[in-house]
């Protein structure tokens, strides 16, 4: 990374484990940047802030990985929006490097308003964000996955004013071959990286919670199945019903998978019965909204389409998927023929 001139390194989820050795291979010349500092073995080796001069303005680059284990979604964009609104006034223009997925990161858009930063920079929407998205005073720009694409900005320093984007293209990278083989070390190294992170995961939770019969009796699957009786047993025969399982199945039961496998743990940060038997559960598609937007009592309203997997189907954790062929597999409209809503 000194050799490719990097200014700075996001501390994101696996960077967790490795980036002590990134700043032991360049000490001093590639600063470990995150936007709200953690009690961890980094804390030391970490700046909320990277900013550099370049033509006469100052660039500052910060990061923010997933929210850590115990902290909900709520508080973290909140903690979130205010350090970037701080550090907005440190230099005259702020790229946030993002692991928030495309709904998180418009999330905090929303929240910072004018105050945010200028650009955040995702790392896995290529195939749903082609183009940039202007949100307020921020841009989100599209990005690619895995490495097989690069994204390139163009920004323009005016005379007077701050600098702004002009154009963004997002282009396939050098690769070897029609695809990118997967690097066997890597792959082992990732798979590793996982198991160890389960094993210190596991070792702070309930053990009774991995048990195949706390996957029942709690979730939203309670107060929802009164009513809507063939959606909930239309949805115990969908992989969705399963998504935590499928984690402890395959060794990736970790805060960072949790975000997406499970709607509680998302919601509260917390791995508890509801958390492992609600899996994704009905308000993890049918958020809780207003009295006008739903006639359920408890405000659940329609799915937003597309935009309702997006954030969990990305192009790096969900490569083949496809909004039509998918949904027929979790589709649970009512059958009035006779059978029970």
Request: proline content about 6%.
């Amino acid at each position: 990374m000194g050799a490719d001139r990097y200014d700075a390194v996001g501390v994101g989820a696996l960077d967790l484990q490795y980036a002590r050795e990134y700043a032991q291979a360049a000490p001093g010349q590639i600063p470990l940047v995150r936007a709200l500092p953690r009690d961890d073995a980094l804390a030391r080796l970490s700046v909320d802030l990277r900013v550099k001069r370049l033509r006469g303005r100052d660039i500052g680059v910060t990061s923010l990985p997933p929210p850590p284990e115990g902290t909900g979604r709520e508080a973290y964009l909140d903690a979130a929006a205010r350090a970037l609104a701080e550090m907005r006034q440190r230099c005259d223009f702020l790229v946030l490097l993002s692991q928030l997925g495309l709904e998180g990161d418009l999330e905090l858009a929303r929240r910072c308003g004018s105050a945010g930063p200028h650009a955040i920079i995702g790392n896995m929407e290529a195939a749903t964000l082609r183009e940039p998205l202007h949100v307020g005073d921020t841009v989100l720009l599209p990005t690619g996955a895995g490495g097989t694409h690069v994204g390139i900005a163009e920004i323009v320093f005016p005379a007077w004013g701050r600098p702004r984007i002009e154009h963004v293209a997002v282009v396939p990278a050098k690769v070897e071959g029609p695809n990118r083989a997967a690097d066997p070390a890597i792959e082992d190294t990732i798979a590793r990286f996982y198991e160890s992170e389960q094993d210190a995961f596991v070792a702070r939770i309930d053990r009774r919670l991995l048990a195949a019969e706390m996957a029942e009796g709690a979730g939203d699957e309670q107060r929802c199945g009164s009513c809507h009786r063939h959606a909930v047993a239309t949805w115990r025969e969908t992989a969705h019903s399963r998504a935590v399982d499928t984690l402890i199945e395959r060794k990736r039961l970790v805060p960072e998978c949790l975000t997406c496998h499970s709607t509680r743990y998302a919601a509260t940060g917390r791995f508890d019965h509801a958390a492992r038997a609600g899996d994704v559960d009905c308000t993890g598609c049918h958020p809780v909204g207003s009295e006008k937007e739903s006639a359920c009592p408890e405000k659940a309203a329609r799915t937003r389409g597309v935009a309702s997997c997006a954030s969990c189907h990305t192009p790096a954790h969900s490569p083949g998927f496809n909004y039509t062929s998918y949904l027929s597999r979790v589709n649970h409209a009512w059958k009035p023929a006779g059978i029970p809503r």
